[in-house]
Each structure stands twice: as C-alpha cells, then as structure tokens.
C-alpha cells in the first residue's frame, strides 16, 4: 500500500495551503511519512534560522513578531534552497502565500518537470482564534496539541517523542488577528488563481482530525 502511495506522488509537490491554524502543520506532520513524502514547513524553516541567530532569521524575526509577511525574496530563497535537495515528494506547509512566491514556485517546478495540487483548507476567523490561541507546540519534534480539543496524555509533554511543548509567541490573540488578516488580504488570492488553473481542491478544515485526515488522504490516493 505504502509503495503505490509513494509512486502515486512521485516528482510532486503538493501544497497546503490556507488560513493559519487551519491544520496545514498537523496534517502534513500525519500524512508525510504515510505517503513517503519530505515536508518543507516555511514557518518551521524561519523559526529555525530565528533559533539559530542567521542572517535570515534576524531579517525574518521582525515580521514574524508582528503576524506579517517575511519578504518574499527572503522565504522563496529558503524553501527553494529546500527543494533542491529533495527527490520524489515534497509537502509543502506555509509556501506560497503571495502570488509572486506562487509563480517562482511554478517556474521552478516547470523546470524540474513536477507536478502540483494544491489542498486548500478552510475555516473561518472564529474557530481558527479559538484553535491557534490554545495551541501548544512540541519544541523538539513539532508535534501540535491544543489546550481544550487535543490534549497530551500528560500535561505538558509530548506524547510523540517526551519533548516540552510551548506556546507560540506570534499564537497571542492581537498577533493572530493580525494572521488572519494578513492571510485575507495577501494570500487568500491564490485561492483564484490555483484555481483557474485547475490545480486546486478545497476541504474544511474545521472537521474532527480524524476526518480532514480520511479527506486528504482520498484526495492524495486518488491523484492523477
Ligand atoms: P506559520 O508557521 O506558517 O504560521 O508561519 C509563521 C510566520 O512565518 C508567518 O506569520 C510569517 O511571518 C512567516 N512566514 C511563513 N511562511 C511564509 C511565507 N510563505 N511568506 C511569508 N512569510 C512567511
């Protein structure tokens, strides 16, 4: 089963794409390694290079904090930087979110001779400020809980690997309604533009796991 998944997605990016704390970061964490694909979480990268004090994460950090963009040419740069090193099957979490790092990504993929499918999440601003200012974060293996509706079985550790979990900073309630207003504004446009080229397929996100997770993988198996 897992080889035939693993063929079905071969030389494929496939997007997921949609409003912060719509599951894009829990979905690609299940489903990566069921489909033999590697995950590229541009979030994830930028708090990396953050962490670690690089050229980049002290550009990035500023817009980070305040909930906007990271420049484009910035993000685009890492995450093909990314894409370069990797064969097969590539989950993306986070990348595109503005039309221009959309087309560098077609151009790049063209040139590769990849294809794309975008999974387009979605939920409204109500329930995603509920999900994302009760997340809590495993800050060694990524691994995403949440205060009220996915608990770790003891409190504060990660059932996954036994790692601390945290809280987001940018997860405060006036940074997320900066997110989410951000994502309208600047990143909900792709949505038409995938669209148009018949790339994209769009699920809810507001579903028990469980249940977003049978919806893509459906998708996933069922992939031209
Ligand atoms: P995320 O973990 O995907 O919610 O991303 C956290 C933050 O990183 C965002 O609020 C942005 O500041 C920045 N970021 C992540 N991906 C991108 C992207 N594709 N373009 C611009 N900024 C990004």
Known sequence: MNSNKERV??????VFFGPPGVGKGTITTRLAKEFGCRTISSGD??????KGGTD?????KKFMDSGGLVPDQLVTRMVMAGLEKT????????FPRTIVQAKELAAYLEERNWKLLVIDLEADDEFLMAR?????VCGNCGAIYHQVNLLPKKEGVCDVCGGGLYRRADDHP??????????????????DYYQELGLMVTLRGDNFLDKT???VRDVLVNIS
Do not use: I
């Open 9 to 14: 997605l071969k030389n494929r990016v496939v």
């Open 45 to 50: 990268l930028l708090r990396e290079n953050v």
């Open 56 to 60: 980049l994460g002290n550009q990035a």
């Open 87 to 94: 064969e097969g099957c590539v989950f993306l979490d986070g």
């Open 132 to 136: 994302l200012t009760g997340r809590l």
């Open 174 to 191: 006036d940074v997320v309604a900066t997110r989410l207003s951000v994502y309208h504004q600047q990143s909900a446009p792709l949505r």
């Open 213 to 215: 997770l049978a919806a």
